[in-house]
């Protein structure tokens, strides 16, 4: 792709600058599992020819811009559109089919498109073309149905369009976003799961409750959000819960309806999915995965986590013990403890033990050091309980005393910093 010799004729070659941008997208690829190795050898060697396209492609719009040779976009939309998906096919650089050669054009060639179309940014550039039509074109062409899965580059492209569309402009948009990701959320590899997860958090965060809420795809997303966390792999747990809570914050309003901190809320739900899971797992990663969510959710349950304690405090007893879900248990009993205190604590005294067992293990632990991380968010915890609990003052000089903990000297330590 080189630069015409002059203006007139680069005005008469732009069905050409466009054909040639069309054969740098990234080709149909078989998504059958028996074929992958073919599929991931057709996807790195493209990389030469979408950088030479790349490249080309910035050569002709560097001469443009020399010329003055400003565009409209109702005049040039098909270019535009065209640039679009090519540049979006590469604005990761640790893509199959990309590098960072081929990210660095393709940010020059929106650089220079912006230049041409006399905008800021890429964001200004959206907001001065119907955008539907864009989308459209991409889902008409590689998007529809199951052929996503042919289109891995054109699903990223999606992506980074969408990353760039903001509240309100992409509002008007929901009817289209939103079919891409759902599919990809049903799909069974994680890793379209996580892309449909990112561009559902985009989406939550810049749509108001009101549209979510008249399109009806805050019930669409709550149903298959929820379902998910029940049927998904314990890694996926973390990502979904945190899609779900986004979800919920913007839909719930609680500080605006002035609900009873005791209601019944859809964050209730989350946990009355979560913790049969979390109940019945035995193993390390998982119970890592769970416990990492644990935090979030009381925060967000608030209040109305108290209704939750008979449940909640054997777990914490039990993944406490746990070295890699010891940190965030600690936080998760933090968080239940500022979140209940004005409520009379009845189960202050089985807080402080378990508390008080954990940081006498980091003193017991054979052969390893104690993790002064830990021992630092324990302390902190029960300095928390005794403020919103003073009676837990007399219990812990006790334990000061005991015979059993006078050879623990970093127990002993900690218990006297309190």
Not at 271 to 294: D, Q
Request: hydrophobic fraction near 40%; aromatic fraction near 8%; glycine fraction near 2%.
């Amino acid at each position: 792709m080189s630069p015409p010799n002059d203006v007139n004729n680069c005005s008469s070659s732009m069905d050409q600058i466009i054909k040639d941008i069309h054969s740098g997208y990234v080709p149909e690829v078989p998504f059958d599992e028996n074929k992958w190795d073919v599929r991931d050898k057709k996807l790195s060697d493209h990389t030469k020819i979408a950088q030479s396209i790349l490249n080309g492609l910035n050569d002709q719009l560097t001469f443009l811009i020399n010329n003055k040779s400003y565009l409209t976009v109702s005049k040039h939309e098909p270019l535009l559109s065209s640039c679009l998906y090519l540049c979006g096919e590469h604005w990761q650089s640790d893509l199959m089919w990309s590098n960072a050669e081929c990210r660095l054009l393709a940010n020059l060639c929106l650089k220079q498109l912006c230049g041409l179309i006399k905008v800021t940014n890429i964001e200004e550039l959206f907001t001065s073309m119907d955008m539907s039509k864009v989308f459209i074109g991409l889902y008409s062409s590689k998007l529809d149905k199951d052929d996503w899965k042919k289109y891995p580059a054109a699903v990223q492209c999606f992506m980074w369009m969408l990353k760039c569309l903001k509240m309100p402009h992409l509002n008007s948009l929901l009817y289209i976003l939103m079919p891409l990701p759902l599919k990809m959320f049903d799909d069974y590899r994680d890793s379209n799961i996580i892309i449909a997860l990112n561009a559902f958090e985009h989406i939550i965060e810049n749509t108001p409750s009101a549209e979510l809420s008249m399109s009806g795809h805050d019930k669409i997303l709550m149903n298959s959000l929820e379902s998910k966390i029940r049927g998904s792999e314990y890694q996926l747990v973390p990502p979904i819960i945190k899609c779900l809570l986004s979800l919920i914050s913007k839909m719930q309003l609680k500080h605006v309806t002035g609900k009873n901190d005791l209601e019944w809320t859809k964050f209730d739900d989350v946990l009355y999915i979560l913790i049969p899971r979390m109940e019945l797992e035995s193993k390390n990663e998982p119970i890592k995965e769970f416990a990492s969510v644990l935090p979030f959710i009381l925060k967000s349950v608030g209040f109305s986590s108290i209704r939750w304690s008979q449940r909640l405090i054997p777990l914490f007893a039990d993944y406490i013990m746990y070295k890699h879900s010891k940190l965030v248990t600690i936080q998760a009993i933090k968080v239940f403890i500022l979140q209940t205190w004005p409520r009379k604590a009845t189960h202050w005294k089985t807080l402080l033990t378990i508390l008080v067992k954990a940081l006498y293990d980091e003193d017991n632990l054979n052969s390893l050091p104690p993790n002064d991380e830990n021992i630092t968010a324990i302390v902190d915890c029960i300095r928390t309980l005794v403020a919103a609990v003073p009676e837990a003052t007399i219990s812990l000089n006790k334990l000061k005393n005991e015979n059993e903990f006078q050879t623990k000297l970093i127990l002993i330590e900690a218990l006297n910093s309190i």
